[in-house]
């Protein structure tokens, strides 16, 4: 085969070794070192004097995240690989092997590096991620706090339609007080919530003991820190957001994403659309998009491939907003998908739609336009009045079109 790369070089990277084979025209070498930051400049080194331009490893866990902050500042080209894309041939699996198989494999220009943003951008999705995180964090506590009133017999849940309220967190603190007077615990009822002023005094009619006491105050107080940290990656996000204020407003127009929806996803994709040659790259790379399996003509299982989860995550969120947005072309969409397929495939063809607008929002800088609620009826309108027609006949009455004047 073709020698495309005269000088590369394979790492297989674990988490306190990495194999490096180097391939060259005067022979082959390998070396193992540790993962400590020394190890990993003295690796540059070795890479750097052997001449390599090139060097590949697998995309396994986080391993590869310390390797590449410290290659990719000596001007080697650094390629982060699927797994999947380089297995080697079954028997005699070594990490030496490996090494030189990843090095064999891009010495002949047979792989292809996944994409992996500059700095900036990578420290800009770990913070959105964390956000996350403690976001999911909070809704479980929030979980366990009512189940802890249920244990207490306490139904506040069933009145107030947040437990977290300014009026039900009240009335929470208050209980883990000891106060049990349930005449005075609805009186810290505000807004809407004073109507219910009876229906409060039988929720909060329980049997609250000192241990759900406790660890009602504890969750409390979980909650609150969750809140401060959330709060802060706020700020954060919003300061490293702030060069892309344009792309932000133009991506929260679209039905289904707010703020953070659209920060979320920057993160995830950056606004350079000029890495993804087409809508179908990225929807490809983000795992968003159909499947594609066929064998003798047949089509086989369209279950969309592994992708981004982050991104994926953030599209599905968007979708489902969407879908309770009216008059909008994207609810239409859901409604004519899932009345066929189900909710869960409207969700993922929902976000793809989504996807599909924000790279060609970000590529162009141009706004978000609705195709409109009967977008898909004047689609084939023809088709509609012949079937709607041929319904009302069978029951049995008889129909005259007319086209009203505009």
């Known amino acids: 085969m073709e020698i495309i790369n005269e000088r590369c070089a394979g790492l297989d990277v674990h988490k306190d070794e990495i194999v490096a084979c180097v391939l060259a025209p005067d022979g082959k070498e390998i070396k193992k070192f540790g993962t400590m930051t020394e190890d990993l400049l003295k690796m540059a080194d070795w890479l750097m004097d052997r001449g390599c331009t090139h060097v590949a490893m697998e995309s396994t866990g986080v391993y590869w995240k310390p390797v590449v902050n410290l290659l990719e500042s000596t001007g080697m080209e650094v390629l982060v690989v699927n797994a999947q894309h380089i297995k080697a041939v079954p028997g005699r699996k070594t990490d030496v092997k490996d090494a030189e198989w990843i090095a064999k494999l ?28 403690l976001t999911a964090e909070r809704a479980r506590e929030m979980n366990r706090v009512q189940k802890v009133l249920e244990g207490a017999n306490i139904k506040l849940g069933s009145v107030a339609s947040d437990i977290l309220g300014k009026s039900a967190k009240a009335m929470l603190e208050q209980l883990v007080k000891g106060v049990e007077d349930v005449s005075l615990l609805s009186d810290l009822a505000k807004g809407k919530l004073k109507k219910k002023k009876q229906e409060l005094e039988k929720a909060l009619r329980g049997l609250m003991g000192e241990h759900q006491r406790f660890i009602l105050g504890e969750q409390l107080k979980h909650i609150e820190d969750l809140d401060r940290r959330i709060v802060r990656l706020d700020k954060e996000v919003d300061k490293r957001l702030r060069p892309f204020k344009e792309q932000l407003q133009l991506l929260d127009e679209i039905p289904g994403i707010n703020r953070r929806g659209a920060e979320d996803i920057i993160a995830e994709t950056g606004v350079d659309m000029s890495r993804f040659p087409s809508e179908k790259h990225i929807a490809s790379w983000s795992g968003i998009c159909p499947g594609n399996n ?94 709607t027609t041929k319904r009302f006949e069978s029951l049995g009455y008889n129909i005259s079109i007319e086209k009203k004047v505009a």
């Open 294 to 387: 066929e064998s003798a003509g047949k089509r086989k299982s369209g279950r969309s491939r592994p992708g981004s989860p982050h991104l994926r995550v953030s599209l599905v969120i968007a979708a489902h907003a969407a879908s309770h947005t009216k008059g909008t072309y994207l609810s239409a969409q859901y409604r004519r998908i899932a009345a066929r397929r189900g909710s869960k495939r409207a969700a993922v063809a929902v976000g793809h739609s989504i996807l599909v607008v924000i790279y060609h929002i970000l590529k162009t800088g141009e706004r978000y336009n609705d195709l409109g609620l009967d977008y898909f009826d004047k689609l084939n309108e023809e088709s509609l009045i012949k079937r």
């Open 106 to 133: 891009l010495r002949h220009g047979l792989v292809r590096g996944s994409f992996v943003p500059d700095r900036p951008q990578r420290e800009l999705r770990e913070l959105t991620r964390y956000r996350r995180s």
